[in-house]
């Protein structure tokens, strides 16, 4: 049992390493007219994270990767530090609907579910960020609320999550060969 937990957090670790080095690195702007609105891939290894070792390893590996992407290389601090940390809603999701008893249609509709979820926290905590920390006014983030960030979101909502998934037996295979 004590070799098990060791295990899983030397994974655990591992997971923390490639998120940052894919927030470092893996940023792809995927609206040239809005280069700021970067994807990066962070996410993935943190949901994989949650996929193999459950709801704890998740949210350990989220918020230590955030307190050290935030100090180490985040161009926007504290602000990125609390958007990021919506990443927990789909954590929980993935954590509790990934379970062999639940029916794959099931799993589908509640992590769905949880990625609109996720979504509307997100556009509330940056609408509010964006009006009162970078002084942008409600008429220009209404503008283009509906035809930007709100599909950029969903489209990077919908990459992590699914990648992860699509990852996840390469990694439980990775990780079976490596004990």
Not at 67 to 90: D, E, P, Q, V
Not at 108 to 134: A, D, M, P, S
Request: charged fraction near 10%; include cysteine; glycine fraction near 6%.
């Amino acid at each position: 049992m004590k070799q098990q937990k060791t295990l899983s957090i030397a994974h655990n670790s591992i997971f923390i390493i490639m998120s940052l080095i894919l927030g470092f690195l893996g940023r792809l702007s995927i609206i040239p007219v809005f280069p700021f609105l970067k994807l990066d891939f962070s996410d993935i290894p943190i949901f994989l994270s949650t996929l193999v070792y459950g709801i704890p390893s998740g949210l350990t590996a989220l918020f230590v990767s955030l307190i050290l992407r935030t100090f180490m290389f985040s161009s926007s601090g504290w602000i990125g530090f609390i958007i990021r940390s919506t990443s927990a809603i789909i954590i929980l999701f993935l954590g509790i609907f990934n379970s062999e008893k639940i029916k794959k249609s099931y799993k589908i509709l509640w992590i769905t579910f949880g990625i609109l979820l996720c979504l509307i926290v997100k556009l509330f905590i940056n609408y509010f960020l964006w009006i009162n920390f970078f002084n942008i006014s409600p008429g220009i983030i209404d503008k283009f609320m509906v035809s930007i960030i709100i599909p950029y979101n969903l489209l990077k909502l919908i990459i992590t999550v699914f990648g992860s998934c699509i990852l996840l037996n390469h990694v439980v295979r990775l990780i079976k060969i490596v004990k």
